[in-house]
């Protein structure tokens, strides 16, 4: 009888070591689990970022990943990356990406149907603009650009212009610093329906279209509402971009901005 009771309690303690050590793996397995690795555009060198800005913000795994990959856990106009790329048509210029002072597109044409006059736009982008204009004239609707390309300097001049009548915090939420407007690319437009400023560009047919249509011919509204702490512009109505059909149409079915965009499939 001994010898099964020492057997017995053998038995039972093998059982408990057995069942302390499983704990323990679990548990280790639960430690060290990472819940952002499985997407591909995760950064291991940014793994505690992610932690600290979904614990802060409350975001789920993907949008964190995607917002700290884009520096959004940083303060704006810090952390920030001379583009490499001024001449691609997924070019991102944002306040974190900048470019060069010198940097002008290659091939820039001066519009006149459509458009204000004496103003820039790289070729493929006003070709297809004046299609969609023609394509809302026959619905009885006008679209037109009243700005476009701009060099450096001229931004300079604008935000400085701006900054002697509000301050520099609100200033950068309604103007980019110079190298990081989007019109040096020679690829966004703002524009209005002829008569309407286009800061009421929001309450007219035209913009209903844009926001139907404008995706077909590659643009997109660069500065959505409620969009703001993404992009850190607020609601511009009249700002598009061009960023080619296929991307615009994505953008479109999915509500995102081009920064999540850029960051989800583009960046490298």
């Given at each position: 009888m001994?010898?099964?009771?020492?057997?017995?309690?053998?038995?039972?303690?093998?059982?408990?070591?057995?069942?302390?050590?499983?704990?323990r793996k679990t548990n280790n397995k639960i430690i060290n689990y990472n819940p952002f690795k499985d997407y591909p555009f995760y950064k291991e060198a940014l793994l505690k970022r992610y932690y600290e800005y979904q614990k802060i913000n409350n975001t789920n795994d993907k949008d964190t990943i995607i917002?700290?990959?884009?520096?959004?856990?940083?303060?704006?106009?810090?952390?920030?990356?001379?583009?490499t790329n001024p001449d691609s048509y997924t070019v991102l210029v944002n306040?974190?990406?900048?470019?060069?002072?010198?940097?002008?597109?290659k091939d820039l044409i001066e519009t006149h149907k459509y458009s204000k006059g004496g103003i820039k736009l790289r070729k493929i982008v006003y070709d297809q603009f004046v299609e969609m204009a023609n394509d809302a004239k026959k619905e009885d609707l006008n679209i037109?650009?009243?700005?476009?390309?701009?060099?450096?300097?001229?931004?300079?001049?604008?935000?400085?212009?701006?900054?002697?009548?509000?301050?520099?915090?609100?200033?950068?939420?309604?103007?980019?610093?110079?190298?990081?407007?989007?019109?040096?690319?020679?690829?966004?437009?703002?524009?209005?329906?002829?008569y309407t400023d286009y800061n009421k560009f929001h309450i007219t047919l035209e913009y209903k279209w844009m926001m139907d249509n404008a995706?077909?011919?590659g643009f997109i509204l660069r500065y959505p509402e409620n969009k703001e702490n993404i992009t850190g512009f607020k609601y511009e109505s009249w700002h598009y971009r061009y960023v080619g059909t296929s991307i615009a149409t994505y953008i479109h079915?999915?509500?995102?901005?081009?920064?999540?965009?850029?960051?989800?499939?583009?960046?490298n």
């Open positions: 001994k010898k099964i009771l020492y057997i017995t309690i053998i038995i039972i303690i093998i059982i408990i070591i057995l069942t302390i050590l499983f704990i917002r700290v990959n884009m520096s959004l856990d940083k303060p704006f106009y810090t952390d920030t990356k001379k583009i306040k974190y990406r900048y470019l060069d002072k010198d940097y002008i597109p037109r650009i009243i700005s476009a390309y701009r060099p450096y300097e001229y931004q300079e001049n604008l935000y400085n212009n701006y900054l002697k009548k509000d301050s520099k915090e609100n200033v950068d939420t309604y103007s980019a610093r110079s190298g990081y407007s989007e019109h040096q690319t020679g690829l966004s437009i703002d524009i209005d329906n002829i995706y077909k011919y079915n999915h509500n995102i901005t081009f920064d999540e965009y850029y960051y989800e499939f583009l960046d």
